[in-house]
Nanobody, 126 residues
Framework: QLQLVESGGGLVQSGGSLRLSCVAS????????IGWFRQAPGKEREGVSW????????NYADSVKGRFTVSRDNAKNTLYLQMNSLKPEDTGAYYC???????????????????WGQGTQVTVSS
């Protein structure tokens, strides 16, 4: 069964750090570009970061540039998102997703992703 499982979320004070992990099973992670998305209560799910299948290319939402770093360890079938200098507006459920369709749309278009994890909650207090 194809599965993505996120972990590492929790409650942290503003300015703190967290590292999220995403482990794939049932398929080889290196075959896919992977995106990180987040969704705050009452808001649409939005793209946070993206990494190519070999890890050579990355993208970030403007709101997290300079604070978040995406990486992957294909030998461990694992994706990471290092989050530093966290702000209350970073609060939300974070999801990893495998890109399964490629067209002219931007990397953060969630319609290109067919496999999603269950999400891990990140809460940043003020």
């Amino acid at each position: 069964q194809l599965q993505l499982v996120e972990s590492g979320g929790g409650l942290v004070q503003s300015g703190g750090s967290l590292r999220l992990s995403c482990v794939a099973s049932g398929f080889t992670l290196e075959r896919y570009n992977i995106g990180w998305f987040r969704q705050a209560p009452g808001k649409e799910r939005e793209g946070v970061s993206w990494i190519s299948f070999k890890g050579a290319r990355t993208n970030y939402a403007d709101s997290v540039k300079g604070r978040f770093t995406v990486s992957r360890d294909n030998a461990k079938n694992t994706l990471y998102l290092q989050m530093n200098s966290l702000k209350p507006e970073d609060t939300g459920a974070y999801y990893c997703a495998a890109q399964t369709f490629v067209d002219a749309t931007p990397w953060y278009d969630k319609k290109m992703y067919a496999y999603w994890g269950q999400g891990t909650q990140v809460t940043v207090s003020s």
